[in-house]
């Protein structure tokens, strides 16, 4: 049998004032920040959806950042791009004209000089900074200046000048991603947009009785190649043109050895990968020298033609220079008219990326909001039902604390009298 006593009936009271006071200072806090789910009991179900969303919102967040910086640098390149465009249509336009037959030798070298000046603007152009300081067209190595114009006497003249120049940046940028799964290059290789030919390159060695020693593995642009044990030039050559690579392979008739053309004008990147020690493969065909770094690692006995836009317009001044109208109307314009195209090709792929990209940050600006919807449904508060509730409890807890008043009247001078 329980016992009534004023005590139990305190204790009651007492927990039944504490507990509302508790649930006021939970509206208090739920309505001084806005949000429903203070603590993970509040809502379990409700916080593991809340944090879910949440993700979501910040990843989007962060893929439109990229889109949009991708986007910036795209627009960039290609407007650098395209006034190289403009100076090779220079070009041309001297290059038709010195072929004419009807100027001087003195016109002639006169032309070379503009020729001389463009290519300066053109390594210019091709050394381009976006506003945070790194190179456009430096492909992975941003903080490198791409191109580097080598100075020397120009053949012909005794005078100085440029007499070629080098790409020293990197290759194939890092990628960004712009969605989930989806990735982008953040720049563009010099040595893609600012070549004018298809890179060959040709053994010197006979490879009719070559065979692969061991398993070994090499690289073409970074495309990784494998070969078996006992695989001859024959199946390494079928290898290299089933692999996706940007080059295709061939077997001189003639000398039987290995050819590599470039199906796209951008500088070829060759590299052994190692094997069962020893020499790589490429090395032991003759394409890549033992040691050095690509693309500076071709082997002397090997044959390399098929230059950068620097080299083609060079070859226009040199030509010029000795007044040689046969080579300035044949091989010059050739590799003018090539640079051109070349130039043409990636000015359309970087427009055609940027495109690409104002459309991906334009979904992703669309998909926030509609995110942050399906957030803000799960965390956020109805502060006029908040507000509600909140004077209901206020209400009864002034209830209660009447209620008990006259149920409790005695007080510390009752006892005392």
């Known amino acids: 049998m329980r016992r009534v006593s004023t005590d139990l009936m305190n ?54 950042g990229n889109a949009q910086t991708l986007a910036e640098r795209a627009k960039l390149s290609e407007g650098y791009a395209r006034q190289a465009i403009d100076i090779m249509q220079r070009v041309r336009e001297i290059a038709v004209q010195g072929a004419n037959g009807i100027y001087t030798k003195d016109d002639q070298r006169a032309m070379a000089v503009e020729v001389e000046e463009l290519a300066k603007e053109l390594v210019s152009l091709a050394n381009s900074k976006s506003p945070d300081g790194t190179y456009l067209f430096a492909g992975g190595a941003s903080q490198t ?7 020397g006497t120009v053949p012909g003249t005794g005078t100085s000048g440029t007499v070629a120049v080098q790409y020293l940046a990197g290759w194939k940028g890092p990628q960004v ?6 990735t982008l290059p953040l720049g563009q290789s010099g040595s893609e947009v600012f070549w004018a030919e298809r890179m060959q390159v040709v053994s010197g060695f006979d490879a009719r009785d070559w065979k692969a020693t061991s398993d070994s593995s090499f690289a073409i642009d ?12 024959q199946a390494l050559a079928a290898k290299i043109n089933d692999s996706g690579a940007a080059a295709k392979a061939s077997i001189d008739p003639r000398r039987f050895s290995l050819a590599l053309e470039a199906t796209l004008p951008h500088q070829l990147r060759l590299e052994d990968l190692g094997g069962a020690g020893g020499a790589g493969a490429l090395a032991q065909l003759g394409l ?4 050095g770094r690509a693309p500076d690692n071709l082997a002397p006995s090997a044959r390399v033609s098929g230059g950068s836009l620097f080299d083609v317009v060079l070859r226009l001044r040199d030509s010029l220079n000795r007044g040689d109208v046969l080579e300035t109307g044949g091989l010059a314009l050739a590799g003018v008219d090539a640079g051109l195209a070349n130039l043409n090709r990636r000015v359309t792929e970087i427009g055609s990326r940027s495109e690409r990209l104002d459309f991906i940050a334009g979904r992703l600006n669309k998909e926030i909001p509609d995110t942050t919807r399906l957030l803000s449904s799960e965390t956020d508060l109805d502060i006029t039902q908040a507000a509600t509730d909140y004077k209901m ?25």
């Open 177 to 182: 991603e712009v969605a989930e799964g989806e």
């Open 222 to 233: 970074g495309v990784r190649i494998d070969l078996k044990a006992g695989d001859t030039v």
């Open 393 to 417: 409890l206020e209400y009864s807890h002034r209830a209660v604390l009447g209620f008990a008043g006259k149920l409790f009247p005695q007080t510390l001078l009752d006892f005392l009298r």
């Open 288 to 291: 890549v020298a033992p040691t």
């Open 145 to 151: 200046e791409p191109f580097r114009a080598v100075e």
């Open 11 to 64: 204790n009651d009271m007492q927990f039944w004032l504490r507990r509302g006071e508790r649930d006021m200072a939970n509206l208090e806090s739920q309505m001084a920040t806005q949000k429903r789910i203070q603590k993970l009991r509040d809502d379990p179900l409700g916080a593991a959806r809340a944090v879910r969303w949440d993700s979501v919102v910040e990843r989007l967040k962060q893929y439109e």
